[in-house]
Each structure stands twice: as C-alpha cells, then as structure tokens.
C-alpha cells in the first residue's frame, strides 16, 4: 500500500502524505466532493480534478497488485518461480508488463510446440539454438520416432521450429521492445472494402488513408474503427511508416529478434534453418500479435480521450447559466404532431399543458398565437424555451412573433438543446413525477425546467443520453458510466441542492446519499413537510451520522432556523461560526453577507487544531457570500432572421450562435439552420491551442463567419476567427443550393428568408376570443 502511494504521489506531483490521507478517507467511505470540500487540512488542499486522478490510478494500481498475487501463485504453484523471475514480475509498472513476463508460464491451450516437446524435440530445437555449426537435418535424423508421432526429418525440424518460434515470442523484453518500436515507426494503413464506395461514402475521407500510429487523434481512431466495423474500411497496421521502407523495416524487426538469441548468418550448417524459424517467429506470431496489442492500445488512448472529452462537454452543461426561478414556456416543436407547450411557475410547478398547430399542415397560426399569448398573459410568462430539434426555427419565428405582440410583458424567448428531452419523457421518473401528462406534454415539461435550472433539470437523464460525447456508442459503457456519474456528482456538489424543493434523482447524486436515502429524504418531507433545520435530516430512516457527515454541507435549506443552513458551511464548523461571531460582536443575521464586518476579522486568529485556516478560510468566504453558485450569469443567442435553413447560408456571413459540443477536433455550434456547423480547433484562436476547451464550451455563445456549405454532406465550416477569408473553393450553386454569390454580387440575405403565414387582424380576433375566455389549450393525444 505505501508503494502504491508513493507512485501516486510521485505521478500527481504532490507530497505522500496528502495521498494516504485522501486515500484513508476513501477507503473510509467518503466521496470526492467531501475530501475536496471539508477535509483540505488533511490533504493539503487536493482539488476535486486531482482527487479523481488520484481515485481512478488506485483503481488502476490495486487492480495490478491484485494481478501480480494471482500471477505469482499461479507460477508458484508450477514450481517455476526463481528469485530473478519474482523480481522481475514484482519490478512489473503496467499490466502489459506483467502479462508479457507471464506469458511463458500461463497456461494455454496444447499448441503445436506443446505437442513437439512432448514428443521429445526440446533438445534438437535448443541444441541448433546452441550450437549452429550441427548440420540440422543429421541432427533431426536422431529424433525420428514413429512411436512419438515423428515419422520423418522434416516432421522433426517442423516441430523444433515450433518450440523455437513460442520460445521467441514469450521473451517479455524482447517483445516490449519490439512493441514500443512498432509503436513509435508504425502507421494504420485504410482502404475502402470492394464493392463498398458508394454504401461507404461518409468514410470517403479514409478510402485512401494512412497516418503514423503516434500521430492518430482520438476521434479519427473512433471513426476508423467504425468504419471497419461497419464493413466498410479494411484497416492494417504496418510497422514501418513508409511502403518503401517497408521492407527494410521487417528485416529491422527480424534483425533484432535475431540479435536477442544470437542468431546469426556466418556460413553455419544451421544458420539458414534457424533465419528462417526466426522470419516465421515475426511473421506468423509477433507481427500479429503486436498489431492486436497496439489496435488495442489505440483503442484504449481514444476511448479515454472520448470519455474525457464527454465528461468535460457534460461538466460545462451541467454548470450552464441557470435562468433562475421566472415562470417560463417550453415549447417542443413539431410540424404533423404539433407544437407541445408546457407552462412552469417559478418552482418549477406545471401550471398548464396544451398543444398547438401553426405549421404545416395545418398551419392555425393565429390561433397558436392567440392560445399563447393567453397563457403567457394568465400566468406572467417571462421566458420561453424552445426545443431546438425539428420545427425549432418556425417555432422560434413564432415566439418572435408572439413577443413582439405583447411587448408590456417583456418577455425572453431562447433556444435551448433538447438532447435527452424524449429519454425522460418515457422514463419511470417522469411517470411518477408528471403521471397526469401525456408521454408527448412531459418533454415541453422538461424543456422549460432546463432553461430555469440546467443541472437540477439534466440529472434526471441519463448522462449518455445528453449528446455531447464523440462516437459515445462505441465507447465502453462501464467506463463512461464511471467517468459521467463522477462528473455529474461533483457538479451538483459544486452548485449545492435545496433540500425543500429538490428532486429525488438531484439528491441522489448528493454526496454521501443515493437513490434509497433520496427516496427515504423526499418521503419524509413529504409526509412532515419542509425541513427547518440541517439536523432535521437526522430523523430520515436510514440516513446515519456517516450519509449526515457527508451530505450536510451541500444541502441547502433556504429560510430555514438557521441562516447558516442555506450556506456551505459544515453544520461541524458551527462552533467556529460562534467563535466568529463572538469577536465581531454581533448576531448571525447581521454578520452573514456583511463583507465589511468579515473583513476587519483576521482568519488565522482563528484557527486551531480543530480548524485549520484552509477551513477557517472558507468558511469566511461563505459567510461572505452565503450559498453562493459557482455558474456564469445567464445570457442568449440571438439568430439572424431568414437565415433558418442549410440553403440560407452564404460564405461569408457573420452569425450568432450557441456551442453545442465540442470534440478533440473542434466545437459544433448551432447557427439555427438545423444542423450545426463545424469550428475546426485550428479556427477557434488565433494564438495554438491544444484543447478546443480552451477556447469555447457547450453553451458559450459566441459569433462565427461561414467559410463554407457542403449542402450533399449537410456538412456546415465555421470559423471563430472573423477576419478569416471564406474558402473560395465552398460549393456552388444558387439561391438555396448552399452555393456562394458570384464576386462582386450582392449578399442579400433577407431576400432569402422563406415566407410566413400572414397575420393581421385574425390574430388580433382570435386573441381577443383566447384572452376573454382563457379556453384550455388543446391536449396531446
């Protein structure tokens, strides 16, 4: 254990003790977002980036020693087990490592070696190996044996070739080299499968490709892989990085196989023979099992960078700006089906459900505009969220439209991602929590509740099912469920939960408690009412001092007993808090957001054994700012009127959108054409960046120039860098066909706005009608 902490502590570049103290309150069953918070006495300060790190190569290190013991035992029990050789396993940093040093002495399957050993060839193999001046064939003569299945000499010399090819193949540095130097000059060669040019064409990028493995982006790799899976590319791994090296470059692999057993061409009698069993060594076992190794390895480094990338979209989503507790609309658009609406106060509470039809077919535009605009009126609507799938801009023209009419009520319309909206409308949550409302209504629900509070509103769904990770199908889903699950506990963590108004899947994710004690929490309150006080949570069935220890403190409780109940202070530091307040001379209330007062205290006055001045420190900090949220202030996109469709855009024109996603390769961001368009990372800066993170965020809104409009692809290039000139290479065509204007035309973008149903006096009746009556909106079926 202390090796292993000692490891941990060299890789992460901290002091041992800070990792055996994070690692004691691990194993002690604390969570990651406690240790960050209240025990930085303990750890030095490690942050919740560093105690993840630290979390998953514990994993990772208990996992190897668990496998070192297992390998261990198993030698040992053969009687093999020397002391050079427990060295070496023992020396073993990887699983890799360890499994190559294994390899002689796992157990296997009879293979054609096994069989020639038993057969009494071992010595003829070693012999030649030993001593190249015996004249193979003479010597195999000796082992001829029909009794032992040896009916001649070249069944003898096949059978010692056997042996001598495993032998050469299980040497573990050997094969360490030989796998960091395929590593280091190989390359992954793809070819479109015959037949497959056509059915294949989103991969036409990789009909013809090839790329050295150490150069291979992540997301390149995923769509590779795909793409064989997918029977549409045939990839290969080839251990030089040029066709005409390539020959040379096996004689390299031979050569050093080769050198390893002193095999040599020097005129010998057994020269010749034993060249050959070491070109069939390379060519029928190491080149293939090394190219596996390293498929598997480039997997490996692209299912960590995706999960990565996921799990960092997914953070910047979850601590979206929140809109705040304003009565809002959610809109989910549809053409056929209608528009679903959905009224929340500012609770979050479904006030009112209904279901319009201004577009096609039937195109009541009015009448929606009436239906809405009485509900906006009826329940001081302040903001509308609109789903941004199919219908989304039509929609939008709507909600213009609609706010236009009624500008004394000043209200915000914006788009918001939908992602995930379905998934929860047929979840078993969304049937108990909304079991009134049609399957269809609950999405609009949730629509609106994630425009006022993203995170209390995404918790709900399933983390994958959000649509912000690259190739996330494809991705092992014990490893992404871990990566999600870490990033959406430290962030509900980070923002603090009301524990009065919270629902069970966001206190489940509070740390220290889970579905059963968030289930027994929202129970409780509701057959006793709101909680007053912290403490209160003691009398939860179930909920323990330890669940109490770790889930206080990022629960709030808002005009609560005690002022200090709606802050981040730990109900242990109280008796500092009093502390506080006996040298300031006055009461909580007064003290509690009082920067002046706070300011005039000096914290290392203090501290003391119990509270050290990192503890002492935050709690000031909360004081100060009670309760406060760690997300950005709210803010919009605005899209550019009749620029609504991929046959609207031009080369050239400067937009306003919001990131959607972003990628190792770049950030999506939707314009408001129903596809999003592409900011290539090297488009996002003008200075290098590594990470495209650096630069933009899933809800950033930010402004892009058109470069280009591959319309057949539905593929849209972006630039963040607006002084960029446009690709004079982008699509041609007309109005409509994604094509740029002609060098000195006009860019005219009004004139490409499709038109819209005419309203007049027809809505002006029609809201009178809607607004005197107040009628129920139409239901969805």
């Known amino acids: 254990m202390n090796a292993i902490n000692r490891r941990i502590a060299q890789e992460l570049q901290v002091a041992e003790t800070q990792v055996t ?53 198993s030698i040992r029990t053969q009687d093999k087990l020397t002391p050079e050789l427990e060295k070496q396993l023992l020396g073993a940093e990887t699983k890799a490592q360890l499994e190559d040093i294994y390899l002689p002495y796992k157990p296997k399957r009879r293979t054609k070696a096994t069989i020639a050993r038993e057969a009494g060839l071992g010595p003829l193999a070693e012999g030649l190996l030993a001593n190249p001046a015996l004249d193979p064939r003479a010597e195999a003569e000796k082992f001829v044996d029909e009794a032992k299945g040896i009916k001649s000499v070249d069944e003898a010399l096949d059978g010692a070739r056997a042996i001598l090819v495993e032998k050469f193949t299980e040497k573990a540095e050997l094969v360490g080299h030989l796998r960091e130097n395929f590593w280091n000059r190989g390359r992954l060669v793809s070819k479109v499968r015959d037949g497959k040019t056509q059915d294949g064409a989103k991969y036409s990028d990789y009909f013809d490709f090839f790329e050295p493995l150490t150069k291979l982006p992540s997301h390149r ?15 290969t791994l080839e251990p030089e990085g040029a066709a005409e090296t390539e020959a040379n470059g096996e004689r390299a692999y031979e050569q050093a196989i080769a050198a390893s057993f002193g095999v040599a061409e020097r005129g010998r009698p057994a020269d010749k023979w034993l060249g050959d069993a070491v070109r069939w060594a390379w060519r029928t076992r190491l080149k293939i099992s090394l190219s596996v190794d390293l498929r598997a390895k480039l997997w490996q480094n692209a299912e960590e960078q995706a999960v990565k990338v996921f799990a960092g979209n997914l953070r910047d989503l979850l601590l979206a700006a929140p809109a705040g507790p304003r009565a809002t609309m959610g809109l989910d658009p549809g053409f056929r089906t209608g528009v679903k609406v959905a009224v929340v106060d500012a609770t979050g509470k479904v006030v009112d459900t209904g279901v319009i039809y201004p577009h096609e077919p039937q195109r009541r535009w009015d009448d929606a505009l009436a239906i809405l605009g009485a509900l906006c009126l009826k ?3 302040e903001l509308i969220a609109i789903g941004n799938g199919t219908a989304s801009r039509e929609t939008d023209k709507l909600a213009s439209e609609l706010v236009a009419k009624l500008p004394g009520s000043k209200m915000t319309k914006i788009v918001v991602s939908e992602a995930g909206a379905s998934i929860y409308s047929a979840s078993a949550f969304a049937a108990a929590e909304l079991p009134d409302l049609d399957v269809t209504l609950r ?47 430290d962030c509900v963590n980070a923002v603090g ?30 057959a006793n009412g709101v909680f007053k006080t912290r403490t209160e949570l003691k009398k939860v069935p179930r909920l323990g001092a330890k669940a109490f220890e770790q889930c206080a403190g990022f629960l709030r409780i808002r005009d609560g007993n005690d002022p200090l109940d709606a802050s981040g202070v730990h109900p242990e530091a109280y008796p500092l808090v009093r502390k506080i307040l006996a040298a300031a001379k006055a009461d909580i209330h007064v003290v509690i957001g009082d920067s002046k007062i706070l300011r005039a205290l000096k914290p290392k006055e203090f501290a003391d054994e119990q509270f050290g001045l990192l503890t002492v420190t935050d709690v000031f900090k909360e004081l100060e700012k009670p309760g406060r949220d760690p997300r950005p202030e709210f803010k919009t996109a605005t899209f550019m009127d009749g620029v609504e469709k991929l046959s609207d855009l031009r080369p050239g024109m400067v937009l306003e959108g919001v990131v959607t996603n972003v990628a190792a390769f770049g950030a999506f961001v939707d314009i408001g054409v ?53 690709d004079a290479r982008a699509s041609s065509g007309g109005a409509g066909a994604g094509g740029r204007p002609q060098q000195g035309q006009r860019q005219d973008f009004a004139k490409h706005a499709p038109s819209r149903p005419a309203t007049g006096n027809a809505f002006a009746e029609a809201f009178a009608r809607a607004s005197k009556d107040a009628p129920p909106p139409k239901k969805g079926r």
């Open 497 to 526: 939960v009301d524990l009065n108004t919270a629902s069970a899947p966001l206190l489940a994710r509070v740390s220290g408690l889970g579905e059963s004690l968030a289930g027994n929490i929202v129970a409780h309150r509701d």
């Open 221 to 235: 790799i995923l769509a590779l892989f795909r793409g064989e899976k997918e029977e549409m590319l045939d990839l």
């Open 21 to 73: 103290a994070a690692v004691d309150l691990l194993d002690a069953g604390s969570t990651v977002p406690f240790i960050a918070r209240y025990r930085k006495e303990a750890t030095g300060a490690l942050d919740d980036t560093q105690l993840r790190n630290l979390e998953e190569r514990l994993r990772y290190l208990r996992e190897l020693e668990e496998r070192r013991k297992a390998v261990l035992d």
């Open 674 to 726: 129903h596809q999003d368009g592409l900011v290539h990372i090297s488009a996002m800066s003008k200075t290098f960046i590594k990470d495209p993170r650096e630069a933009a965020k899933p809800g950033d809104v930010v402004k892009v120039k058109v470069l280009e409009v591959d319309a057949p692809r539905k593929r849209i290039a972006l630039t963040m860098r607006l002084d960029d000139a446009f």
């Open 379 to 381: 329940h001081k609507v």
């Open 443 to 489: 999405g609009a629900v949730s629509i609106a509740r994630r425009l006022q509070d993203p995170l209390a509103e995404l918790v709900k769904i399933d983390p994958k099912s959000i649509g912000v990770g690259q190739y996330q199908h494809d991705l092992a889903e014990f490893k992404l469920s871990r990566s999600l699950d870490a990033v959406v506990e």
